[in-house]
Structures are given as structure tokens and as C-alpha cells.
């Protein structure tokens, strides 16, 4: 399976992400996880990208793109992999095209998880007030669905016009959600 997982803030993609990667036996890569390897390590790329980050600007696609295709041309995805957070708009999704046809495979599903916006407003409040993640507040929240709508808007019309895009609600109990995310990227 070689999937990206799509869905607002709030949605579960972290938590369906890793039991997905589990069911299918394949890595999870989330683009946080691939900035902080970079930045650790003190690559080339983290070096660029972590200007940018202390900026509190958003790291450019060339330094993204160029982190994601080093990722992927690992062994551990030979099988396939879940990417978590990339593509974020649609001249990412040709480029992860450019890649994977690069590599010789295809993408085989678009995971959007979707949720109503009240419900995830409503648990993002309640995460930041058990983290204590004080810049969670609902004005933050709701601009930041509005931006994750805006910008995702494009990429799950490119990835429906392809045959690709697969939406499933997000909102029930962890299980069953990963149950209904499984059904319906294998029965598609």
C-alpha cells in the first residue's frame, strides 16, 4: 500500500496513521517526523529548513520535496508506506507523482479524514487544555481549518479526479474509525 493520509487538524491522522501503517505493515512517515530527522541530524536540508522554521516561516516545497524523496528512496518503504502531512497542495502531489514514478510505483489511494469542524474545534480545545498547549485557542483552531480547507481544497480535487481520493468520516471511536478507514480503501 502506498497511500498520503489527508484531514484537518484535530481529525486523528496521527493516531489513524499509526494503526493504519500497523494493519498494512508499512511504515507511517509524518513530515514532522522526516523536519526533526533533518534538523537533528544537522543536514543540508535541516539546516535550510530550520531558517526558515526560526523565521516562523513556512519551509519552502523545494527543501520539503527534496526531505520527502530522500525519505522514500529508503529501504523501509521498498513495501510501501503512509505519508502523513505531505502532499499539502497540488504542485506537491505531482511532484510526489515525479517520485514515485521514479522509484517505478504508483500511488494506490488518497485517505481523506474527514470531521465537522464544531466536533474537531471541540476536541482540539479539549486536547489543548490537557497538554496545556496555551496557543490552541479557538480563534487559532478555527483559522487553522480555515487554511486546511482553503489549501486542501485543490488537492483532494486533483486526487478525486484521479480515482484516487478516498473520504471516511473520523469522528467515532479510534477502532471504529480505522475499521471504516480499512474497508473502504480496500473495497475501493
Do not use: C
Not at 519552502?60 to 525519505?71: F, H, K, L, S, W
Not at 514515485?100 to 500511488?107: F, I
Not at 485543490?154 to 480515482?163: E, K, S
Not at 478516498?166 to 471511536?173: A, F, K, P, R, T
Amino acid at each position: 500500500m502506498r497511500a498520503v493520509l489527508l484531514g484537518p487538524p484535530g481529525a486523528g491522522k496521527g493516531t489513524q496513521a499509526a494503526r493504519l501503517a500497523e494493519q498494512w505493515g508499512i511504515p507511517a512517515i509524518s513530515t514532522g517526523d522526516i523536519f526533526r530527522a533533518n534538523v537533528k541530524g544537522a543536514t543540508e536540508l535541516g539546516r535550510k529548513a530550520q531558517e526558515f522554521m526560526h523565521a516562523g516561516a513556512l519551509v519552502p516545497d523545494e527543501i520539503t520535496n527534496a526531505m520527502v524523496r530522500d525519505r522514500l528512496s529508503q529501504d523501509d518503504v521498498t513495501n510501501g508506506f503512509l505519508l502523513d502531512g505531505y502532499p499539502r497542495n497540488p504542485d506537491q502531489a505531482v511532484e510526489l507523482d515525479t517520485m514515485l514514478s521514479d522509484l517505478g510505483v504508483e500511488l494506490d489511494a488518497a485517505i481523506e479524514i474527514t470531521a465537522d469542524s464544531e466536533l474537531v474545534i471541540e476536541r482540539l480545545l479539549k486536547r489543548a487544555e490537557i497538554e496545556g498547549r496555551a496557543d490552541d485557542t479557538e480563534p487559532v483552531i478555527r483559522k487553522r481549518l480555515e487554511v486546511y480547507a482553503t489549501s486542501t481544497a485543490p488537492l483532494t480535487a486533483f486526487y478525486a479526479g484521479r480515482g484516487l481520493l478516498v473520504q471516511v468520516d473520523g469522528i467515532g471511536e479510534v477502532s471504529e474509525v480505522t475499521d471504516r478507514l480499512v474497508a473502504a480503501v480496500e473495497t475501493r
